[in-house]
């Protein structure tokens, strides 16, 4: 009873290692961000690494949990020191920086804020002192438990590369007014350009949040607001009945990303500029869906 007790726990522990790892592993960007946010990281390709050395060991970890071998003297071992080390990193960032937005343990799929988070590892924590105190029957094998966490991380940086985001146009927009970290580079996102004094950047934006009123699947929409004058974007989010996430920009980062004159939409997916228009924005952003 005692062992089922304890593969019952090594199971759980596992799968919620490898969950954790490839929630991050689909959409990296977001924790990068927050290492170079928090100052964990000073560049994003610095955080791109680090990264994807979290990722590997968490998928590490998962496998060796859901391994029969040395469960005691390896994978316990190495996931209790993981997890203390996160959680002082989660009490760093949640109480000192007072950082309670969503902490990137689970990516952008399960949105944690580090206090939730310190709780999930507290519970991992219980459940890896279970299977220490249940588990009787223990194979032994010192080498192949290593070499599953050294392949992992290998594995890791082989199938999602580190990219070099000098390339990535929109990059330097990670914190948006309205819903805080972005990662641009993640799915299917709408990136409007706005002047906020404009009247077909108003137009648009209309139109824009009806599309989004009417259909829950519509993609994510997020401005760039550009000011000259009177109007702020709460005097436009009334005038349009809009209310995207946004955030501002100087005159030269407006006239190099708009054409001839505003507004300008770019789609991108998974970071890249798919297509950008400067007319006729209805018809083109229904047309994302059908590709």
């Not at 009787?136 to 199938?159: C, D, H």
């Not at 990219?163 to 990535?168: G, V």
């Amino acid at each position: 009873m005692k062992n089922k007790i304890a593969l019952l726990a090594q199971v759980v522990i596992g799968v919620v290692f490898i969950l954790s790892a490839y929630s991050k592993f689909i959409a990296p960007g977001i924790v990068e961000i927050i290492l170079v946010d928090h100052g964990i990281a000073h560049s994003r390709e610095t955080a791109a690494v680090l990264v994807r050395v979290l990722i590997g060991l968490e998928f590490g970890i998962g496998f060796m949990f859901l391994q029969p071998f040395s469960i005691k003297q390896i994978a316990i071992p190495v996931a209790s020191l993981f997890l203390i080390g996160f959680t002082l990193y989660l009490l760093y960032s949640g109480f000192i920086l007072k950082d309670t937005q969503n902490c990137g343990c689970f990516g952008v799929m399960i949105k944690m804020s580090p206090f939730e988070s310190i709780i999930k590892n507290v519970v991992l924590m219980i459940l890896i002192g279970t299977v220490y105190k249940t588990k009787t029957l223990e194979k032994k094998n010192y080498i192949l438990p290593p070499i599953v966490l050294v392949i992992a991380v290998a594995a890791v940086f082989l199938a999602n590369p580190v990219k070099d985001p000098s390339k990535f146009v929109f990059s330097r927009y990670t914190d948006f007014i309205g819903k805080g970290r972005v990662d641009l580079s993640y799915g299917d996102k709408i990136v409007a350009v706005f002047n906020l004094e404009c009247d077909h950047c108003q137009e648009t934006a209309r139109e824009l949040a009806e599309l989004q009123r009417h259909d829950r699947n519509f993609p994510e929409v997020y401005v760039l607001f550009f000011k000259e004058a009177e109007n702020t974007p709460e005097t436009f989010d009334k005038m349009t009945n809009s209310n995207f996430p946004y955030t501002m920009i100087s005159a030269k980062e407006f006239f190099d990303l708009i054409g001839v004159s505003p507004p300008r939409l770019y789609w991108l997916h998974k970071g890249q500029i798919k297509e950008y228009w400067d007319a006729d924005f209805v018809k083109h952003v229904q047309s994302i869906k059908e590709n």
